[in-house]
């Protein structure tokens, strides 16, 4: 399967260059394009891509002057102005596509390994996000970037960048819970506060008009359950090992960073925790969490751990790819969502303009 084929390809790619940091920095950005491409140009490709079509039709003749009081008005400016301008509904795929590998570009040059970052992405949020739930990829590409304003303790340049992800998908508020520890006046009490505020944040941000939708499209159907739960459960498991064997030595390695690390470890076991509410909602708020996972599994072969070094390294890249492999080959959900996979990158199969 493409898919799979691809997976096992991009983490033997890093395998092959583990000793190599400069090759690893001059391929990160033909893998970087590459990707973009293979996300941006898709064809028919996505769970949500007859969703978003209809978004694309609804917004023909968008009436500009409600922008102001209407939900994710960045997003429905972008299909306006697509509308407008007379270009078909897939460029709605590479303007977010766009938005998402930019933030995503900001965030893994901050890395010691942008490479394993960004391989370590594709298997879960990339298919998931900007192939699939384009809107909330956007956000979680300008969140990347929120990120990096959290470590340089900059909070007016952090709550600039949560309203403009919260343009695209308004579930990306909850990161403003956040704005008072980033300003680096870091206490554990002020980290695990914000932290729990984000639980009653998230069922908050979750009962909105767009997440209703999202309730019975996936809870009250069934759709996407069980893969919710088994996503919501990675990540429960990943806060457990972060403080289980990441956090002193992390601490002490790389203290700037830190506390975007420990306070993301604290929002995964929550977002576990929000899966019996619902999974759906666990979900969507795990999503914008992978990018702080993925940056604590690409950042332990570069701790200096006592022992087993090479297996803590390991561990995430064999445990993503058995994760994919069993998701890829028994969810029917997969199946339906994104096989076969076609690209408009050299025209629209069967000369179709709209792609629908």
């Not at 909105?208 to 939708?213: I, P």
């Not at 072969?301 to 561990?315: D, E, G, K, M, Q």
């Not at 890249?317 to 492999?325: I, P, S």
Request: glycine letters at 8%; one cysteine or more; a positive charge.
């Amino acid at each position: 399967m493409l898919y799979l084929g691809l997976t096992n390809f991009l983490f033997l790619l890093r395998y092959a260059l583990a000793k190599q940091g400069g090759a690893r920095k001059q391929i990160y950005a033909v893998v970087l394009f590459s990707l973009f491409l293979f996300s941006a140009f898709r064809y028919q490709v996505g769970c949500d891509w007859s969703g978003y079509y209809f978004q694309y039709a609804g917004s023909a003749n968008f009436d500009w002057s409600i922008l102001t009081r209407i939900q994710e008005p960045i997003w429905w400016a972008i299909l306006a102005w697509i509308n407008e301008s007379g270009l078909p509904y897939p460029v709605a795929n590479v303007i977010s596509s766009a938005v998402f590998f930019a933030g995503v570009h900001v965030l893994a040059r901050r890395q010691p390994d942008p490479l394993g970052f960004l391989v370590l992405l594709f298997p879960i949020l990339i298919i998931n996000m900007p192939m699939s739930g384009i809107r909330q990829g956007a956000a979680i590409g300008l969140i990347c970037i929120a990120f990096t304003a959290f470590i340089d303790r900059r909070p007016l340049k952090y709550a600039i960048l949560i309203v403009l992800a919260a343009g695209f998908h308004s579930s990306a508020l909850i990161f403003m819970l956040l704005l008072t520890v980033a300003t680096g006046r870091y206490t554990r009490g002020r980290l695990m506060l914000a932290a729990i505020l984000a639980l009653p944040g998230a069922y908050f941000l979750a009962s909105s008009e767009a997440a209703e939708v999202a309730t019975s499209r996936y809870i009250d159907s069934g759709i996407d359950a069980a893969g919710a739960a088994f996503r919501v459960g990675i990540l429960g498991l990943s806060a457990l090992y972060f403080f289980m064997f990441v956090r002193k030595t992390w601490m002490g390695a790389s203290p700037k960073d830190y506390s975007l690390a420990s306070i993301g470890a604290i929002g995964m076991a929550l977002a576990f925790l929000l899966v019996p509410i619902s999974t759906v909602i666990g979900d969507r708020f795990g999503y914008y969490l992978i990018p702080i996972q993925t940056m604590i599994f690409a950042r332990l072969p570069f701790l200096p751990f006592r022992r087993n070094a090479a297996f803590h390294s390991a561990v995430p890249y064999l445990g993503l790819l058995l994760v994919f492999t069993v998701w890829s080959q028994l969810s029917y959900h997969f199946q339906q969502c994104y096989i076969p996979y076609q690209t408009w990158i050299f025209g629209f199969p069967g000369g179709d303009p709209v792609g629908f």
